[in-house]
């Protein structure tokens, strides 16, 4: 029994390092090794406006089938026979679900949502960005914009 319970502490431990291994940034200073050396179009603009908004974590397909692999393990361990099939089924499942909704919930982190009108079209934006560049309404600002990665940076 001491032996389950520890392999299951260490699957777990295991299972929250990659968790914590998966984050990336959304940061508008922080470029991915594939976005440098890139082009990317520059506008200017003016902030209209600038809400706070929360981003929803990432699921990770390699971690939820962990988690379901050790809620069928656990699951498995509960009554004898056909009890121990049915339990490791249901323990699957709801390891499988629960490591999905820790996901989202533990990378759920504070965005800016930030509308900018753009100085030659008069076009209204809005871009999704971490909340770690200060930026607040009337503010003048750069848009850069190529590669699928748009952001917002003062100017």
Request: glycine fraction near 18%; charge should be positive.
């Amino acid at each position: 029994m001491f032996y389950k319970l520890t392999r299951l502490a260490l699957l777990g431990s295991l299972s929250l390092g990659l968790l914590a291994g998966c984050a990336t940034s959304d940061s508008a200073a922080v470029y991915s090794q594939g976005q440098m050396r890139r082009a990317q179009t520059v506008e200017l603009g003016t902030v209209v406006s600038v809400n706070n908004v929360k981003m929803e974590g990432k699921n990770n397909e390699l971690l939820t089938l962990g988690g379901a692999a050790l809620g069928g393990l656990a699951g498995s361990e509960l009554g004898g026979g056909r009890g121990s099939i049915a339990g490791g089924i249901v323990g699957a499942l709801a390891g499988g679900f629960g490591t999905q909704a820790a996901q989202r919930s533990l990378g759920t982190k504070s965005a800016l949502e930030v509308t900018v009108k753009l100085d030659g079209s008069g076009r209204l934006i809005s871009i999704v960005q971490d909340a770690d560049i200060p930026l607040a309404a009337g503010q003048r600002v750069r848009v850069l914009t190529g590669g699928g990665n748009d952001r917002v940076v003062p100017y």
